[in-house]
């Protein structure tokens, strides 16, 4: 900068020193024209007043002009003729009246010497002026900018700090009203985001570690034993008795199914993570609970389920819907034992659509019940992979709800999930 600031100096200052220059030797030019004009014409007003040829002379006589009277008999007044030349700007002139004066030349000789010696002394001091505004004008810029810029000197330094690996400093300006102030401002906003998105990456890399080792180990488990009841069966060979071949066949078909649905759990977690694409439709929202609550009557006879409240449309996909519903309602089921009481409660408000899904269980304490939505989490009674619930959030949290564990709104013994559903696209 300070060197485009003295570029343009060097431009600008030979300019100026020139026009001015131009504009001075112009106007002296006009002002010596002048000068010798009026003479010449306060000449011709004193031959008028019919002004003796001496005293015509002597009055009409000033510094620098040299007058010269050549009356009609050839008698010369004042100083003799000069040769015309560079140096010298001379006006003509012939007085029309007096008696001794009329037909008389007037000379008026000027010596141009002094305008050159004013030019050449003005283009000196233009020169050294300018060299001297130049000189100066380095100095302060040099030290104007160093103090100026001194935020960038800070803002660079902590860049470079930053990356080599040190972490947490910060501008902080004390006047955040100037272009440099706003910019070291939104230079810490931007190290908060990038700090906080850095943190929250190593976070979630973390997690991710720790959820991949977690799914190898609920995978090792029926891996495992597809590959014992596997072994098994080659080693007893075409001779081993039916009912234990039936019983390691039964043992494969179990622990695939179990690998299976592992694995298509991990799917849905990782289609949601990549952003789920729901296929809305009208649904509804009661049909779907009675379903499912006919489904787990027929899996367990012996447990009783309600399902109470107004029949409400919305915008929704079915089939992840009826995933929620599903696991929801089988959780029920796992936590009530043999016998137990389910109630699906619906209602329909302003913002949307609840679904209230409680059971006479044992409940789950208040420090489980955000631990329970973590992946691979299991509960006392859960006999499943520990993603279903994770999987039933994701699902309500893309259609724009949510999904949380809460008390029994009656205070009684058990548990209830909350389910909650826009009526419309969000």
Known sequence: MTITAL???????????????????????RNLNTLLNGRAQLAQQLARQNVAPNNLVRRIDADGIRVTLTLRNGQVIGAPPVDVDNGTR?????????????????????????????????????????????????????????????????????????????????????RRDTELGRTAAAFDEMLDSLEGAEQTARGAEQYMRQFVADAAHELRTPVTGLQTAAETLLQLGPDAPAERREELELLLVRESRRAGALV?????????????????????????????????????????????????????????ITQILANLLDNARNATGDYGL????????????????????????????????????HGERSRGSGL???????????????????????????????????????
Not at 7 to 29: H, N, R, S, Y
Not at 349 to 374: C, K, L, M, W, Y
Not at 396 to 408: E, N, Q, S
């Open 90 to 174: 001379q006006v003509k002139t012939t007085l029309t009246a007096g008696q001794r004066t009329r037909g008389a030349t007037l000379i008026l000789s000027a010596d141009t010497a002094l305008l050159r010696g004013a030019s050449r002394t003005l283009q000196r001091v233009l020169f050294l002026a300018g060299a001297a505004a130049l000189l100066i004008t380095a100095i302060a810029l040099v030290l104007g900018m160093r103090v100026a810029l001194a935020p960038l000197d800070a803002m660079t330094s902590l860049a470079r700090s930053i990356a080599a690996g040190r972490r947490g400093g910060r501008l902080q300006p004390t």
């Open 264 to 320: 298509a759990d991990l799917l849905e977690l990782a289609r949601i993570d990549a952003g789920l694409v729901l296929r809305r439709q009208p649904v509804l929202l009661k049909h779907l609970a009675q379903t499912q609550a006919d489904r787990v009557r027929l899996m367990a006879p012996a447990h009783t389920i309600q399902v109470n409240g107004p029949e409400v449309e919305i915008q929704a996909d079915p089939d992840r």
């Open 388 to 426: 279903g619930l994770p999987i039933a959030r994701g699902f309500a949290r893309a259609h724009g709800g949510d999904l949380i564990a809460t008390d029994r709104p009656d205070g009684t013994r058990g548990a209830a999930f909350v389910l909650t559903l826009p009526t419309v696209t969000p």
């Open 342 to 377: 389910i109630e699906v409660a619906l209602s329909n408000h302003s913002e949307g659509v609840t679904v209230v899904i409680q059971d006479n269980g044992p409940g789950i304490p208040p420090a489980d019940r955000e631990r329970i939505f973590q992946r691979l989490v």
């Open 7 to 29: 570029l343009v100096l060097l431009i600008v200052l030979p300019i100026t020193g020139l026009a001015v220059k131009a504009i001075f030797d112009a106007q002296a030019e």
